[in-house]
């Protein structure tokens, strides 16, 4: 069965820093584009950031990039997203996703993880 778990959301407060992990289960993370979303209280899920599997090409929504980093551990098949300078806006409940194509890495999701609530608040 291939499965998707989230790791290591948490309550930090505004300027802090969290990582999240992405573990796959059954499958090797290695072959697929990950992508991390973002469901905000009373929003629509969003795409922030994918890690492609062609030459791990990373891609990040203009309100994370230079804050967070996307990165993968073929050896854990972990993909990590670390966030650091947290903002109350970068509350909510945070997925990872993989799908087999290396383009548009926001849409067509195949597999998804149940996700990891991150609060940011003072």
């Known amino acids: 069965q291939l499965q998707l778990v989230e790791s290591g959301g948490d309550s930090v407060q505004p300027g802090g820093s969290l990582r999240l992990s992405c573990a796959g289960s059954g499958f090797t993370l290695g072959y697929y584009t990950i992508t991390w979303f973002r469901q905000a209280p009373g929003k629509e899920r969003e795409g922030i950031s994918c890690?492609?599997?062609?030459?791990?090409?990373?891609y990040y929504l203009d309100s994370v990039t230079g804050r967070f980093t996307i990165s993968r551990d073929k050896a854990k098949n972990t993909v990590y997203l670390q966030m650091n300078s947290l903002k109350p806006e970068d509350t909510g409940v945070y997925f990872c996703?993989?799908?087999?194509?290396?383009?548009?890495?926001?849409?067509?999701?195949?597999?998804w993880g149940e996700g990891t609530q991150v609060t940011v608040s003072s």
């Open positions: 890690i492609t599997n062609y030459r791990d090409s990373t």
């Open positions: 996703a993989a799908k087999r194509a290396s383009s548009r890495c926001f849409s067509a999701i195949e597999y």
